[in-house]
């Protein structure tokens, strides 16, 4: 049984810090493309960033140079660290990844931004 366990959200000001964390079961994690993505209230559900298991990394526009994307696969763990944070990435941030032929979704974990 895949699952894939988010933690690390919360409220936090505009122009501070968090880093998300997503631990992964049930899959070979080393050899998975991991994902973060986002859904803000009102917003279609959008992709922040990937890591592939060679450890290439992508980012959306909208966070290049404030987000990075990592990955421990001793820990089967992929992790998000979000500096500068905006009011604008207040979202529900939901970890995803690809195994066989499927689709897996955590349960997400909400970051506020806001002073």
């Known amino acids: 049984q895949v699952q894939l366990v988010e933690s690390g959200g919360g409220l936090v000001q505009p122009g501070g810090s968090l880093r998300l964390s997503c631990t992964a079961s049930g899959i070979i994690f080393s050899i998975n493309t991991m994902l973060w993505y986002r859904q803000a209230p009102g917003k279609q559900r959008e992709l922040v960033a990937f890591?592939?298991?060679?450890?290439?990394?992508n980012y959306g526009d909208s966070v290049k140079g404030r987000f990075t994307i990592s990955r421990d696969n001793a820990k089967n763990t992929v992790y998000l660290q979000m500096n500068n944070l905006k009011p604008e990435d207040t979202a529900v941030y939901y970890c995803n990844t690809p195994w066989r032929g499927y689709a897996y979704w955590g349960q997400g974990t909400q970051v506020t931004v806001s002073s």
């Open positions: 890591i592939t298991s060679g450890g290439s990394t």
